[in-house]
């Protein structure tokens, strides 16, 4: 799969954009790191983006996370770690990513709405949308992910 183009050498200036953007969600939005972890690793899961579920996993690892909160990402729907404000915060990530099938259903959002204010959902939503994007710049722009070396 060859690479159709790099943001930081094809455009520079939006690349600084979305590393502020990225800024703003990691040190001033408020969001916990835990719910900033699932909002990235469950969009890129569901765009399949290898790059970033490769680079997500190893932040939420960095993290402390637990292998099996990690690898339940993809089939949450089933599993058991997730406390309640995490699974509202995974069916809005499923909602927004999956936008064009989903409409993002007002049930989706009450069940947001019951943990978190007005301005944490907005908070939220743009945390989706920033993954969203990252996601495309990197399937789009054919982003191949390191390979680490074998143990």
Known sequence: METRFDIATSAPDALKAMY???GYIQKESG???????LIKLRASIINGCAYCVDMHVKEARHDKLSEQWINLVSVWHEAHVYSEVERA????????TLLSQTKAPDEDFAELRKFFSAADCTRITVAIGAIN?????????RKAHAVDKAA
């Open 20 to 22: 502020q953007l990225e």
């Open 133 to 141: 994007i990252w996601n495309r710049l990197a399937v789009g722009g």
């Open 31 to 37: 969001l916990p790191r835990n719910l900033i972890h």
């Open 89 to 96: 915060v995974l069916r809005w990530t499923d909602s927004l």
